[in-house]
């Protein structure tokens, strides 16, 4: 789905959000209240200047608009793979971004995170990843690398991880996986104004993602090993 | 559909005559290309157990040579002996299974 | 000089901290592993390979993780993370009245464990989350980073969520790896058989000058403890102020490095943009020499 026509189902027609080549930003009227929108389109590669944009929005939200929500609407390839980036500290200015991000969520504005096309790796770590919660639309999906480099990087047999792409939850890319494992909270489908209500009254403050992952059986570990460090002599 | 990589697991069993008596568990060496670790913990004795848990498949006579020689050096007993290994050799097999008995108390050494 | 770059994750926390002073949670004896490594003919490590406890730091109380590297290059799993979860909850919940003067991780990662893929991502989430709460209550949280790894990938943008960053020149501190960058974009954009691109461009002496480590030491375990000391009490609250004055410096710098500089020339020219003197020179002094170069 592209971002125009998620935004009018969200917002209807007069949404007046605006693209300026891959990056989305707004306030828009959601049922009479404000919301700021902040995302990207044409899975953006994240670099410095990118993650900078979309910090100054948030900013300025918490600065202008205290309490109000705020809607990622996430479509990355991740972050940008470029030497000038790198050089230029791409991992501080990510970490500058989930900052602001959890910053706000501290300060009373509610975080949603949207995967309306793709995610990948620190595009998502920085995004959906460190909102409150994050949503997703069915179509989507999410992944730390493809596949090819993966192999390349991890030595493994491209036709195995191909294999565990379909039918491993750990390695399928498909947001359903995510759910069942915690890291998406639910899928958006059908009434997405609907959904976004819903998030917006009921998604969590604190980290639930293990123990979701633990109820929903896609992740058994992580909520029983953070539990017995607690419970540790 | 059957993986066509899986981790080989291989057991073996001596009776030692040293008692190494109680002791907290020892680790060494780090599960990386060509390394293993060896965790070392008091076990029933008379018996020295091994586990061994290896990516590299088909070297089980090998470990037996190997494990027959450490026994041989060290006879120890009471000790249950986990190994996770990533294609070390046999030299380096054996230095990280001499560093950890060297490691127990003083007590258990031969 | 003991090498912290050559020293394994254990020998990194026993000549660290205060000698004897380290007591592990979930020890290598509890077999906490991972439940996805063998299903693709990988050995586990009996500690998923992060070593995590209490213990003492010139005889205070701190808690510790220290990433093994040559251990699935210390790429972070389901049971990793979630170690490193439940140190940093276990500081911040304090459930045994033992609250540490601050969480030291000792990083030595490539970021999310790729042999565990999606549950590796959301794992390195969970432990950016858990260090943002644990500052957020109050606990500063160091990272000392110095391996031959370094500190990469989501690893690499938790490290910059903490309150302060140790680094030796031998290590870096980035977000993606030199071989990943060529494989994308050519050896043109990123050469990664040249070493000194690869420490120019993230290595310590440079993120030292730049500011992206607050502490710049020689590759020796016992410099690594005394900055870790005198780090102790750096506690940086996040606040709107606080993240404004980083979006500043952030922005500036954006602006002194302009687009498609040749590779040889890029570091120097913003080094000079920052105001390092002697710029051109940087990569052949030593680190005393850079430690004194950084602007202001």
């Known amino acids: ?233 | 559909m059957s993986l066509p990589t899986a981790i080989e697991t291989l057991d073996f069993s001596y009776d030692g005559a040293r008692p190494a008596g109680r002791f907290a568990p020892v680790l060494v060496g780090v599960v990386g290309s060509g390394n293993l670790e060896v965790l070392l913990e008091p076990g029933e004795p008379p018996k020295c157990r091994v586990r061994v848990e290896t990516s590299a498949r088909g070297f089980g006579t090998i470990w037996q040579a190997v494990l027959d020689d450490f026994q041989a050096r060290h006879a120890l007993a009471g000790v249950s002996i986990s190994i996770n290994d990533m294609g070390a050799t046999p030299a380096v097999v054996s230095l990280r299974l001499d560093q950890a008995v060297a490691e127990l108390a003083p007590g258990a050494q031969p | 000089m003991i090498s912290y770059a050559e020293c394994s994750a254990r020998e990194r926390i026993a000549q660290l901290l205060d000698a004897g002073s380290f007591h592990e949670w979930l020890p290598p004896a509890e077999r906490v592993t991972s439940p996805h490594l063998a299903q693709l003919g990988v050995p586990s490590a009996f500690d998923d390979g992060v070593a995590i406890g209490r213990a003492r730091l010139d005889g205070r109380t701190v808690f510790v993780a220290a990433q093994e590297g040559a251990f699935m290059g210390g790429g972070v799993g389901e049971v990793h993370g979630a170690k490193l979860v439940g140190l940093l909850r276990r500081a911040l919940l304090d459930p045994h009245g033992e609250r540490p003067d601050a969480v030291l991780l000792l990083a030595d990662s490539g970021g999310v464990r790729l042999h565990e893929a999606n549950a590796g991502l959301i794992a390195v989430s969970e432990v950016m989350r858990a260090v943002l709460d644990a500052r957020a209550a109050g606990i500063p949280v160091l990272f000392l980073i110095g391996s031959a790894n370094g500190c990469f990938g989501g690893m690499g943008i938790v490290a910059r969520c903490a309150d302060h960053v140790v680094m030796s020149d031998v290590g870096r501190l980035a977000m993606s790896g030199p071989e990943v960058i060529e494989a994308s974009h050519g050896v043109e954009e990123f050469d990664a058989r040249d070493r000194a691109l690869v420490w120019r461009t993230t290595g310590g002496k440079h993120r030292w000058l730049s500011g992206d480590c607050d502490t710049l030491v020689e590759d020796d375990v016992q410099a690594f403890r005394d900055a870790a000391i005198a780090a102790l009490g750096d506690t940086r609250p996040v606040t709107v102020q606080a993240l404004e004055h980083e979006h500043r410096l952030l922005a500036a710098r954006l602006q002194l490095l302009p687009e498609a500089l040749d590779g040889d020339i890029e570091a120097v020219t913003l080094w000079r943009g920052l105001g390092v003197a002697d710029a051109a020179r940087v990569s052949s002094l030593d680190v005393d020499a850079v430690r004194a170069l950084r602007p202001a």
């Open chain 1, 1 to 233: 789905m592209n971002w125009q026509h998620l935004a009018e189902q969200l917002f209807g027609n007069q949404h007046g959000l605006r693209a300026d080549g891959d990056f989305l930003a707004g306030s828009v009227s959601f049922e009479g209240r404000p919301l700021t929108v902040i995302g990207t389109t044409n899975h953006a590669p994240i670099g410095v200047r990118l993650a900078l944009a979309q910090a100054r929005v948030v900013l300025d939200t918490m600065a202008q608009q205290p309490g109000q929500p705020i809607l990622l609407l996430i479509d990355t390839q991740g972050q940008q793979l470029r030497r000038r980036d790198e050089l230029l500290g791409i991992n501080r200015a990510m970490a500058h971004l989930g900052m602001c991000i959890d910053l706000a969520r501290r300060r009373g504005h509610r975080v949603l995170g949207l995967v309306y096309d793709q995610a990948l790796s620190g595009g998502f770590i920085t995004s959906g990843l460190i909102a409150d919660a994050c949503y997703a639309l069915p179509e989507a999906e999410i992944r730390v690398m493809r596949l090819p480099a993966m192999a390349r990087i991890t030595k493994l047999d491209p036709a195995l991880l191909e294999a565990m792409s379909r039918s491993n939850p750990v390695f399928a890319p498909g947001v359903a996986n995510y759910v069942s494992m915690g890291g998406v909270r639910a899928l958006w489908d059908g009434d997405l104004a609907g959904a976004l209500r819903q998030a917006l009254v009921d998604s969590p403050i604190e980290d639930q993602r293990a123990r979701d992952g633990a109820a929903r059986g896609g992740r058994q570990l992580a909520a029983r090993v953070a539990q017995r460090v607690l419970d540790a002599a």
